[in-house]
């Protein structure tokens, strides 16, 4: 059975209608990738299963109905959303991101989880007074990555985690968390423009077009599609 | 030199009531971003309210007790019926803004249908005992709103600092839409910093109203102008920063136009020129934190 299970997701902003009945699922544990270019509607998906702008059609979510829910009680069920633009809490320190990231959990493990978020990432341990607002791109990237892997969430959604970030970093980032998700059985919902590495790192995806889903399939037959080769990974067949 | 101790520390008293008037400013600003123009009448409403209690027979402390909670349900309210239904203040700063100058005329208008322009008045929480502080007599009641200052300021640091909820109130202020992604119901953060603000209006109030004599719609009017000034000369985000701005504005506004005699009628002038002086200086205010970017 699918984890997350998404039909006819109707959404937008204002008038303006972006997603046009999108259907996609997630497997437990699998890492899945939209891909699409820029206004296709990547980021409206996101928002839109994650409760942060309204929609229309169902979202089924580890077995029950959500659509209409809230970010903070979707969290608390087990779906974490890491947004564009990566969301740090800028006024407070790595170590209060990742404690907020925590505040949903009630178990006693906060403590060590820290600690060994801080093995994982030294850089985030040697910053973790530091304002999250003063480090660079990739590190705020990975503590926004670390804050929604600390609630122990069973499906992660990644908005285009590269944004912004130099290629090398990139790469990083990704070969990261995919070391992550991999350890702890998390899903992965990413959406992302940088096919290559994407379809690297799930594997299945989706293309999205103007609000819609074009094509789907395993990482393997959308990089040898031509059509996709041409538009998202600027190979010419 | 006499003289001069017995301004100051009806200066630091004044200053003392200004500041608390600046932290409940502070704690709205820091959990919404945004300030609250109706703190000044929420703090008298809880005035009467406590006013209210005494006449039913409590004694002074636990009226003002019972004010507070009251004050804190008041605040929780106002924001879950008027100020949320607005949506996020972030994305419109301005409307939300102009419904709190509406509240100010509303609970105005409210406390005056209820309670009428009859004379009222509330007895000091220190009583009118004063005690002798190097040669200048000195009013309880001066200190003990300096001491029930530090106490408050020292309460909302450990809440802002040391507890799960404060974190949450510091993570909605910073950035609300993460906030809500890492689990944290935002309403109810916000209508608690509303309400917290409100109890600690209900404090300010309750110590302003000896000072003016009468319980009317409009005592804290004046002082809501004094709180903003501690707030922009310490910094909107700064509990320090309302506590030492109030107590400058208290000390500045008092000392100074006895020894310069052109201030006399304009006593603002002074702590009005501080703040000018200081922001041309430290456009974050005394305390405040500046916003660090980085792209």
């Known amino acids: ?237 | 030199m006499t003289d001069f101790l017995r301004y100051l520390f009806i200066g630091l008293g004044n200053g003392a009531i200004y500041a608390m008037v600046g932290l409940g400013l502070v704690v709205i600003y820091r959990s919404t971003g945004l300030l609250n123009f109706a703190q000044g009448e929420m703090a008298m409403f809880s005035t009467f309210l406590c006013w209210q209690l005494i006449d039913l027979g409590l004694g002074i402390w636990f009226a003002l007790l019972g004010a507070m909670i009251g004050s804190f349900l008041m605040g929780s309210i106002v924001h879950r019926v008027i100020v949320a239904p607005l949506g996020d203040p972030h994305e419109k700063p301005l409307a939300v803004v102009i419904v709190t100058i509406g509240l100010f005329l509303g609970i105005n208008a409210l406390a005056q249908l209820i309670w009428g322009s009859d004379f009222r008045s509330i007895p000091a929480l220190f009583g009118e005992g004063s005690v002798s502080i190097a040669g200048a007599a000195v009013q309880w009641q001066k200190i003990g709103a300096v001491g029930v200052l530090a106490v408050e300021a020292l309460a909302f640091w450990l809440i802002f600092q040391k507890t799960r909820v404060g974190l949450s109130m510091r993570a909605v202020a910073s950035n609300a839409e993460s906030a809500a992604l890492c689990g944290i119901p935002v309403a109810r953060v916000l209508m608690l910093g509303w309400g917290m603000a409100a109890s600690i209006g209900a404090i300010a109030g309750v110590f302003w109203a000896p000072n003016v004599g009468s319980l009317d719609p409009n005592l804290m009017q004046l002082t809501l102008i004094f709180g903003f000034a501690a707030i922009t000369l310490g910094g909107f985000d700064s509990l320090v920063g309302a506590v030492v701005g109030g107590l400058l504005v208290g000390v500045t506004t008092e000392v100074i136009p006895k020894y310069v005699s052109f201030l006399e009628k304009i006593t603002l002038a002074p702590a009005f020129i501080l703040i000018l002086v200081v922001l041309l200086l430290r456009p974050e205010g005394l305390f405040g934190t500046k916003q660090v970017t980085r792209v």
Request: hydrophobic share 40%.
């Open chain 1, 1 to 237: 059975m699918s984890l997350l299970e998404v039909e006819g997701l109707v959404a937008g902003y204002g008038m303006v209608s972006v997603l046009d009945g999108l259907s996609l699922s997630v497997d437990e544990g699998e890492a899945i990738v939209v891909l699409g270019a820029n206004g296709a509607g990547k980021t409206t998906t996101l928002r839109a299963i994650s409760g942060m702008i309204p929609s229309r059609g169902s979202i089924r979510f580890d077995g029950r109905e959500v659509s209409g829910r809230r970010p903070d009680q979707l969290l608390v069920a087990g779906m974490a959303h890491v947004p564009q633009g990566r969301g740090t809490i800028t006024a407070l320190t790595v170590e209060e991101n990742l404690r907020i990231g925590a505040s949903s959990r009630r178990d006693g493990d906060v403590e060590a989880d820290l600690e060994s978020w801080y093995q994982t990432f030294p850089r985030l341990g040697e910053r973790r007074d530091q304002l999250a607002g003063s480090m660079s791109g990739g590190e705020q990237q990975m503590l926004a990555i670390a804050r929604a892997l600390v609630s122990r969430p069973k499906l992660v959604l990644l908005d285009e985690p590269s944004l912004g970030l130099a290629p090398l970093v990139t790469s990083e980032v990704f070969s990261r968390v995919a070391e992550l998700v991999s350890q702890t059985g998390t899903a992965v919902l990413l959406v992302e423009q940088n096919a290559e590495l994407a379809l690297d790192f799930a594997s299945r995806g989706y293309v999205l077009e103007a609000g819609r889903i074009v094509a789907e399939g395993t990482a393997g037959e959308l990089h040898a599609n031509d059509a996709i080769r041409r538009a998202y990974l600027g190979i010419d067949p």
